[in-house]
């Protein structure tokens, strides 16, 4: 039941656009890529290094790092025009404030935020009027999650500058951030795993949610192609959680009442 | 057709926004109970009621019951729930008596809370893949204020903080609650609005105000009831079933930004 937002038909709602996706090789990205393509979008991702053996033949692939300026110019160098911009390339490393080190820093903030600014500015000039950008911000850059401390910053920051895009670049250019909560993928089981107790944390979180259940790419994926879509024309300049309900219940231990 | 089999109530129904819901909602293949007070709404054009009207007081528990007691026998289960009956007072608290106090949360606050009570057991017997939903109608005004408006911003507020708990309690029965949360939107409400504020400002026009209000915007409009209900239906359809718990503003940009000083 869970896979059922496959769309059926290749119609779509983004027919005739066009969309890049950073980090979309794997996790939220590829699912956000995949539900593009479904809905008839023109879909292209970047990645670092060479197109991966196993990535359809219907996604264009460009080899690309978001933190570095000049891979960045190239690769917009490489496009026409572009409607849909989605920022999902992120790193996440799990380290309070006083284990981080300047090379941490400079590989999370570079991708996380600069990698982020560096997007836009390329892309912005290249997007017409209608065009939407999606930033892929986090729960966590609104509340902390405990040892994560410039991951939660650098979401902070895609949570402003998505503000700032849509001041700044409306009316012609749209721009919201998807704030994800718990989605199952490789980062997600690292967590659990990284305890004494995988089963019991997993249960722990597990009652943290209202929806019952962890999310998935294709939970983002449903939203991102809302934003990306005309229907969202007036959708501009805020964070758009999709948490199955966690934030909205407080963080105290389940069952203490 | 993303609302196919699917049975819908939209309180205010025949109103500004409720109307564009409640028809986008039946282009999308729902069956739609559009429940207001009268069959005209705050439009009052005229025209004959639709086949889903059913008449509903949200202030009134006999109402409200007498209305789930058809959705039951028409219908026996409810899978979308859209409370976006709502009323408006345009004045301070120092101005506004007691009983219009009274009267903006009977409809604002505790009919929310009326509706959603006699719905959830209909909502419970929801098929729905996604789940049933449930979408209250906040307020951007129930995060930031708009002068003179004291008593919708406190109902709005209140409607937030209602949709994060009912969300906690009913996420596990399968049902998910939301609130759409709109900023300026071309209604009749917002008509008198600013016909309140033309003739008691500053000397400019309606019009010269309504400029400055789409001026201020990022998207530099207002909103549409139609683009409150592209969202609206986002978030009753299977797409939305990760989606609970959450306060959806959707006002063009307006409030991702400071106050717009004159500078």
Known sequence: MLNDGEPVS????????????????????????????????????????QRPDELPNHFQWYGSDVSDPGAVQALAAAFDGLDILVNNAGVQIEKTVLDTTDADWDRLMGANAKGVFLMCRAFIPKMSHGGSIINIGS???????????????????????????????????????????????????????????????????????????????????????????DEAAFATGQLFTIDGGMTAASPLNPGLF | MRLEGKTALVTGGRGGIGRAICE???????????????????????????????????????????????????????????????????????????????????????????????????????????????????????????????????????????????????????????????????????????EGEGSGGDGGTIESLQQAVRDVHPMRTYGTPEDMANLVNWLASDEARYAAGQLWVLDGGLSAQVQQMKL
């Open chain 1, 10 to 49: 290749r119609g779509g709602r983004l027919a005739g656009k066009r969309a890049l996706v950073t980090g979309g090789r794997q996790g939220i990205g590829h699912g956000i890529a995949e539900r593009f393509h479904a809905e008839g979008a023109q879909v292209a991702i970047t990645g670092r290094g």
């Open chain 1, 139 to 229: 729960i966590s850059g609104t509340t902390a999650d405990p040892g994560l401390a410039l991951y939660n910053a650098s979401k902070a920051f895609v949570h402003g500058l998505t503000r700032s895009i849509a001041v700044d670049h409306g009316p012609a250019v749209r721009c919201n951030a998807i704030c994800p909560g718990w989605i199952m993928t490789g980062m997600a089981d690292a967590a659990f795993a990284a305890g004494g107790s995988p089963e019991a944390a997993k249960a722990d979180a597990l009652a943290r949610h209202p929806a019952g259940r962890f999310g998935e790419p294709a939970d983002i994926a449903a939203m991102a192609a809302w934003l990306a879509s």
């Open chain 2, 24 to 194: 986008r909602f039946e282009r999308e293949g729902a069956k739609v109970f559009a429940a207001d007070l009268s069959a005209g709404g705050s439009l009052e054009r005229g025209e004959a009621p639709p086949s889903g009207f059913l008449r509903l007081d949200v202030t009134s528990e006999a109402s409200v019951k007498a209305a789930f007691d058809r959705v039951a026998e028409e219908s026996g289960a409810l899978d979308i729930l859209v409370n976006a009956a709502g009323v408006e007072i345009e004045k301070t608290i120092e101005d506004t008596s007691l009983d219009e106090w009274n009267q903006i949360f009977a409809v604002n606050v505790t009919g929310t809370f009326l509706v959603s009570k006699y719905a959830l057991p209909l909502l419970r017997q929801s098929k729905a893949a996604g789940g049933a939903s449930v979408i209250n109608f906040g307020s951007y005004d129930g995060f930031i204020a708009d002068p003179g408006l004291a008593a919708y911003c406190a109902t709005k507020g209140a409607v937030h903080a209602l949709t994060k708990a009912m969300a906690c309690d009913h996420g596990p029965e399968g049902i998910r609650v939301n609130a759409i949360c709109p900023g300026y939107v071309d209604t009749p409400m917002l008509q008198s609005f600013f």
